[in-house]
C-alpha cells in the first residue's frame, strides 16, 4: 500500500508555463521530500519539508521552484518557468505515519518540458 | 560534496546465484543506509535500511555495513529473474535528513 499518491502521473509542458506538482499523503504525515531523476541519471534531492516550512534544500532548488502544503492534506512543488531540463521523474517521498530514517517515494511525474 | 559510488553494471547472474551489490560513500557523518530497487520507469522501492556495523537479513536479501570502510553491500540469495532490476544505494544523516543516492547497479538476472 503506498504512503502517497502522486498527480498527474505524466505532464507535457511547454516552455516557461508553471507547472504544479501534488503528492497527496494516505495518512497525516509531518515530513515530506521532493526529488527528481533526469532520465538515466541518479535521483537528486530538491527539498525537504516538515511542519509546513522548508527544512533543507539543495542547490538545484533555486528561485523557480516552490513547495506548500496550501490545505493541510496535499503537498505541491510549483516550477515557475519550466526549461527543458526541468524534464525529469519528480518524486514526492515520506517517512510515513511510523517516521523513522527511511522514505517511502510515491509512484512519480513524469514532466515532459517542449 | 557528498558521494556515493556505485558500479553501474550490468552485473549478470544466473538464476539461483547469489548477486552482490557494492556501495562506497564519502560522508563519514552518514547514519542511515538504504538499498531501493527500481524497475525501469518506476519509483525507487525500499528493500532494506540498516543503521549499524553487521549484517542484517530480511528474507533473501542481506544487508552489510561497515563505517569503517564506508562501505555497504547487498546480497540477492537464490536471485530470480524478477529481481532484474536497478539497485539504488541510498545514504542519509539520519532520522528525517535528505537522502543522497548512487547512480544504480542494473541486476540481470538470466534463465
Known amino acids: 500500500e503506498p504512503e502517497v499518491t502522486q498527480t498527474p502521473s505524466h505532464q507535457v509542458t511547454q516552455m516557461g508555463q508553471e507547472v504544479i506538482l501534488r503528492c497527496v499523503p494516505i495518512?497525516?504525515?509531518?515530513?515530506f521530500y521532493w526529488y527528481r531523476q533526469i532520465l538515466g541519471q541518479k535521483v537528486e534531492f530538491l527539498v525537504s519539508f516538515y511542519n509546513n516550512e522548508i527544512s533543507e534544500k539543495s542547490e538545484i532548488f533555486d528561485d523557480q521552484f516552490s513547495v506548500e502544503r496550501p490545505d493541510g492534506s496535499n503537498f505541491t512543488l510549483k516550477i515557475r518557468s519550466t526549461k527543458l531540463e526541468d524534464s525529469a521523474m519528480y518524486f514526492c517521498?515520506?517517512?510515513?505515519?511510523?517516521?523513522?530514517?527511511?522514505?517511502?517515494f510515491g509512484p512519480g511525474t513524469r514532466l515532459t518540458v517542449l | 560534496q557528498k558521494e556515493v559510488e556505485q558500479n553501474s553494471g550490468p552485473l549478470s547472474v544466473p538464476e539461483g546465484a547469489i548477486a552482490s551489490l557494492n556501495c562506497t560513500y564519502s560522508?563519514?557523518?552518514?547514519?542511515?543506509f538504504f538499498w531501493y530497487r527500481q524497475y525501469s520507469g518506476k519509483s525507487p522501492e525500499l528493500i532494506m535500511f540498516?543503521?549499524?556495523?553487521g549484517d542484517k537479513e530480511d528474507g533473501r536479501f542481506t544487508a552489510q555495513l561497515n563505517k569503517a570502510s564506508q562501505y555497504v553491500s547487498l546480497l540477492i540469495r537464490d536471485s530470480q529473474p524478477s529481481d532484474s532490476a536497478t539497485y539504488l544505494c541510498?545514504?542519509?544523516?539520519?532520522?528525517?535528513?535528505?537522502?543522497?543516492f548512487g547512480t544504480g547497479t542494473r541486476l540481470q538476472v538470466t534463465l
Open positions: 541510498a545514504v542519509g544523516a539520519g532520522t528525517a535528513s535528505k537522502l543522497t
Open positions: 495518512s497525516n504525515h509531518l515530513y
Open positions: 517521498a515520506t517517512p510515513g505515519t511510523s517516521g523513522g530514517a527511511y522514505q517511502f
Open positions: 560522508d563519514r557523518g552518514s547514519q542511515s
Open positions: 540498516i543503521y549499524s556495523n
